[in-house]
């Protein structure tokens, strides 16, 4: 059982944002290579990279990169995160050691096999479980049932993401014990990082860790 759990901010677009974050206790930072709203470039991370103090993880999420791409962000410094259609092989031929494996997790469907599998093809991998959104790779927003991951959760390292925010994430931590949590829209109003809402999640983080 972990007695800390790991906090990742993702949407990390510039340094004052990921300064703000590891001021408050977060662990690592996501900056998006991927399509998306806050997506970044190579050169943005590795302003980020150099800037941010040590012990603080920088990841870049992905979503089936080009190698040059994936092994650039590497370079750099920072962990794969990635959220695309990438085999495990390609995985381990781009990552070479650490790296995150998303899986979108469909509420409409029956998923516990679906996970099962996904596990076991990942062995080396962190998982990180999501909600399934049509056309969306992540940053949902949206919650999904945290029960259906709860057998992979007990024997693997697991980040839950999706729909977390300050008032839902002590649930999640108390209920499953994740090896991590992640949020991006959950700590932000108007489309920009909220430095309250960024501490309340780290808070009630902590607060149920302790409750542990």
């Known amino acids: 059982m972990n007695v800390r759990t790991r906090v990742k901010i993702c949407g990390i677009t510039a340094f004052d944002e990921a300064l703000l974050a590891i001021d408050a206790g977060v662990d690592a930072l996501g900056m998006i290579l991927a399509d ?82 996904f596990a076991d093809r990942y062995p080396r991998a962190t998982l ?43 649930e999640c931590v108390r209920r499953l014990r994740p090896y991590a949590v992640d949020v991006r829209s959950g700590v932000e109003t108007n489309g920009q990082k909220d430095p309250e809402r960024i501490a309340a999640f780290v808070r009630a983080v902590r607060e149920a860790d302790a409750q542990a």
Do not use: H
Request: aromatic residues 8%; contains cysteine; hydrophobic residues 40%.
């Open 128 to 170: 990180l479980f999501d909600s399934y959104v049509a056309g969306l790779r992540g940053g949902t927003g949206i919650a999904f049932d945290w029960d259906i991951v709860r057998a992979v959760t007990a024997r693997r390292r697991v980040i839950v993401s999706g729909g977390l925010t300050p008032e839902n994430v002590g």
């Open 36 to 117: 998306s709203p806050r997506r970044v470039s190579i050169e943005r991370v590795r302003e980020i990279v150099r800037a941010i103090p040590a012990f603080a993880t920088p990841v870049a999420v992905l979503a089936d990169p080009s190698f040059a791409q994936a092994k650039e962000a590497i370079r750099i410094g920072c962990v794969p995160q990635f959220c695309g259609d990438e085999s495990p092989a390609e995985c381990e031929r781009i990552a070479e050691s650490a790296y995150v494996k998303a899986y979108r997790v469909d509420m409409k469907n029956t998923e516990g096999d679906a996970i099962a599998r």
